[in-house]
Nanobody, 124 residues
């Protein structure tokens, strides 16, 4: 069984920063990529950022470019999403996903394993 455990969400004010973590455990699986998605109330799940685990190549959604940074630590089997200059429109449940996407790293249906989600609320 594969588990993805997220942490780091919370309630912050506009302009603040948060760092989300996603640690994988369990049986060995093909973790070609890890990505972060978010889903606001009444909205579709949106790609936020992704990283090719071995090469470290990164991808970002247009709304977070220049503010968010995705990274990973191979020794800890953990991926990170550093979120700076947070805005109210960043409010959502954030999910990490891992697997081997074949068509696009940005497609939610490409991933087999998901974290439980962590709430990020940005409000003054």
């Amino acid at each position: 069984q594969v588990q993805l455990v997220e942490s780091g969400g919370g309630s912050v004010q506009p302009g603040d920063s948060l760092r989300l973590s996603c640690t994988t455990s369990g049986r060995t699986f093909n973790r070609h990529a890890m990505s972060w998605f978010r889903q606001g109330p009444g909205m579709a799940r949106e790609f936020v950022a992704g990283i090719i685990w071995s090469a470290g190549m990164t991808y970002y959604g247009d709304s977070v470019k220049g503010r968010f940074t995705v990274s990973r630590d191979n020794t800890k089997n953990t991926g990170y999403l550093q979120m700076n200059n947070l805005k109210p429109e960043d409010t959502a449940v954030y999910y990490c996903a891992a697997g081997s996407p074949t068509l696009t790293i940005k497609g939610a249906t490409e991933y087999d394993y998901w974290g439980q989600g962590t709430q990020v609320t940005v409000s003054s």
